[in-house]
C-alpha cells in the first residue's frame, strides 16, 4: 500500500500548474521559506490534493506527534504532516500546487519519488523548490535570491547557475536528481538570512522570496501584505542590534560589503518571468521533452 494518499481519484485537472515545495529543516532558516509558502494560500481558493503518511518517513522519538484536547476533552494525535495542496488564483498564468512540509528523517528516496509522482500525475510544468539559508547579510537590507536549476536549457535561458556543490545533501538533492531522471525541470530559489539573527522571524526575507515567485510564475503572491510585520521586526532587529556596539559595528560593515554588489544574485525579476514563460513554452512544443 502506498504511503502517498491521494484525496481526489482522479486527481483534478489544473491549469498549467508549477509545483512549490519547502521543507522545515537545514535550509529553512526561521522557518522563511515554508513561511512563504504557507503565505501563498492566505485569502485564495485552496483544495487538498494528497498527504504523505508520516509512518514510514519519521523517527518519532526526534519528531514526536503532540497530543491535544478538543472542547469534549476528547484526546487526539497530531502527527508530522506533508500535505499537499492546489492554490488557484484567477487570471494567473498557472495554477500553484503547494507543499509546506517537514522533511523526514528516513527512506528519502521513496519520499522524493512520491513527490515526482505528484509532480507527473498533475501534469506540473516544473517543480520550484525554495529554501532560506543563513548567511552574512545585514537585515537592514532587501535580502539577496539566489537561483539555480540542474536543467542545461533551463540554465541557458534564465541565466541561472549549474550547483556545482559535492557533498553530504539533503532530501531536495535527492529530489533534484529524481526529477531530473523523470526530465521534469526544476528550479532551486534560496532567499538570504542575517545569521546574527537566526533566532528572530524575518518578514523581510519571506517578501523577497514571495516577490521573486511573483514575477517568475505570473501568479501574485500579495507580499506587500508583509510591509507592516517587516517595519515591526525591524525595530525589534535594529533595538537588538543597537545596545550591542561590537553588533553595530559588523552590521555597518555587512551593509558596506552589500552596497558594494549586485542586488540579487539572479536577473531582474520582470525578465525571469518572461524568459521563464518562453522556455515553458518551447518545452510544450518540444515532443522530446
Request: charged share 20%.
Amino acid at each position: 500500500m502506498s504511503s502517498l494518499i491521494w484525496h481526489q481519484d482522479p486527481p483534478p485537472v489544473l491549469h498549467r500548474p508549477i509545483f512549490l515545495i519547502a521543507l522545515t529543516g537545514l535550509f529553512d532558516i526561521s522557518g522563511v521559506a515554508t513561511g512563504a509558502l504557507k503565505w501563498l494560500g492566505r485569502s485564495r481558493a485552496v483544495t487538498d490534493l494528497a498527504s504523505i503518511d508520516p509512518d514510514p518517513f519519521f523517527d518519532f522519538t526526534v519528531q514526536r506527534p503532540a497530543v491535544w484536547l478538543d472542547e469534549a476533552g476528547d484526546r487526539h494525535i497530531t502527527w508530522p504532516e506533508n500535505d499537499i495542496r492546489s492554490v488557484r488564483a484567477d487570471a494567473a498564468q498557472h495554477d500553484l500546487v503547494v507543499l509546506s512540509g517537514i522533511e523526514p528523517h528516513m527512506r528519502w528516496s521513496t519520499f522524493a519519488g512520491h513527490l515526482v509522482e505528484v509532480a507527473l500525475a498533475l501534469g506540473c510544468e516544473t517543480v520550484v523548490t525554495v529554501g532560506a539559508a543563513a548567511e552574512a547579510v545585514p537585515h537592514t537590507r532587501t535580502p539577496s535570491v539566489v537561483g539555480s536549476t540542474t536543467n542545461l536549457r533551463l540554465a541557458a535561458r534564465l541565466g541561472l547557475s549549474r550547483p556545482q556543490y559535492q557533498g553530504p545533501t539533503g532530501l531536495v538533492g535527492v529530489l533534484q536528481t529524481q526529477l531530473d531522471e523523470a526530465r521534469i525541470p526544476a528550479i532551486s530559489l534560496r532567499v538570504a538570512v542575517p545569521h546574527y539573527l537566526v533566532n528572530a522571524q524575518h518578514p523581510r526575507s519571506t517578501a523577497a522570496l514571495l516577490q521573486h515567485l511573483e514575477h517568475v510564475l505570473g501568479t501574485p503572491t500579495g507580499f506587500r501584505a508583509l510591509d507592516g510585520e517587516i517595519d515591526r521586526w525591524q525595530e525589534m532587529h535594529d533595538a537588538a542590534v543597537a545596545g550591542d556596539p561590537q553588533a553595530t559595528t559588523f552590521v555597518r560593515m555587512l551593509e558596506r560589503d552589500y552596497d558594494r554588489r549586485a542586488e540579487a544574485a539572479i536577473p531582474d525579476a520582470e525578465d525571469l518571468g518572461a524568459a521563464f514563460e518562453q522556455f515553458l513554452r518551447e518545452q510544450r512544443d518540444d515532443p522530446e521533452s
